[in-house]
């Protein structure tokens, strides 16, 4: 069965780096997202890209934060300079279309120390 | 905008018994709702989702849900629980692409 794939599964960083977060989505969606749920708290929506652009973004995702999808296959979070407030699993999910279910991977769980 | 309201944090029953997930929701549009489940260190699955078709919901390993408009209710649902359903629920709502995440719901099943 298709799934969508990140890596890694558990990322340190000092407070203040750079750290791109990876995802592979599922081949024939279209549709990719970014949530994250930091320790005890709800699962927050990041942003969605179609057709190689934001398609919608929440007011978590300031300049701090970009997407991309630098080939036919990865998706990409970066965080330039990251916070302490940074640290929790940020989840990639696809979908086939934009009001088809979504399909999430395993989660990155970043820490940053 | 949209919400949505898990009535309880934690539930535990004792395996072989019903399981009851309560979902409140509300949206200013006609939603999508769906029900996802985490196993502990796994990502988050997909149970089972209503789009405007049949109001019960049939979704995987036994599970369902009804949708109920006048109550803005959409409850989860298993006539006997299992061991291996032990794990965090969460009811999601989407009127748009974003999907809105309840809080959760730790269901425990005792043997």
């Known amino acids: 069965e298709p799934e969508v794939t990140q890596t890694p599964s558990h990322q340190v960083t000092q407070m203040g780096q750079e750290v791109i977060l990876r995802c592979v989505p599922i081949?024939?969606?279209?549709?990719f997202y970014w949530y994250r749920q930091i320790l005890g708290q709800k699962v927050e929506f990041l942003v969605s890209?179609?057709?190689?652009?934001?398609?919608?973004k929440s007011e978590i995702f300031d300049d701090q934060f970009s997407v991309e999808r630098p080939d036919g296959s990865n998706f990409t979070l970066k965080i330039r300079s990251t916070k302490l407030e940074d640290s929790a699993m940020y989840f990639c999910?696809?979908?086939?279309?934009?009001?088809?279910?979504?399909?999430f991977g395993q989660g990155t769980r970043l820490t940053v120390v | 905008a949209q919400s949505v309201t898990q009535l309880d944090s934690h539930v535990s029953v004792s395996e072989g018994t019903p399981v009851l997930l309560r979902c409140n929701y509300s949206s200013s549009y006609s939603p999508s709702l769906f029900w996802y489940v985490q196993h502990p260190n796994k990502g988050l699955q997909l149970l089972l989702k209503?789009?405007?078709?049949?109001?019960l919901v049939k979704g995987i390993n036994g599970f369902e849900a009804e949708f109920k408009k006048s109550e803005t209710s959409f409850h989860l649902t298993k006539p006997s629980a299992h061991m291996s359903d032990a794990a965090e629920y969460f009811c999601?709502?989407?009127?748009?692409?974003?999907?809105?995440f309840g809080s959760g719901t730790r269901l425990q099943v005792q043997p």
């Open positions: 081949s024939n969606h279209l549709y």
């Open positions: 209503y789009t405007s078709a049949a109001t």
């Open positions: 999601v709502v989407s009127p748009r692409r974003a999907l809105t």
């Open positions: 890209f179609y057709n190689n652009e934001i398609s919608e």
């Open positions: 999910a696809s979908s086939e279309g934009g009001y088809t279910e979504a399909f």
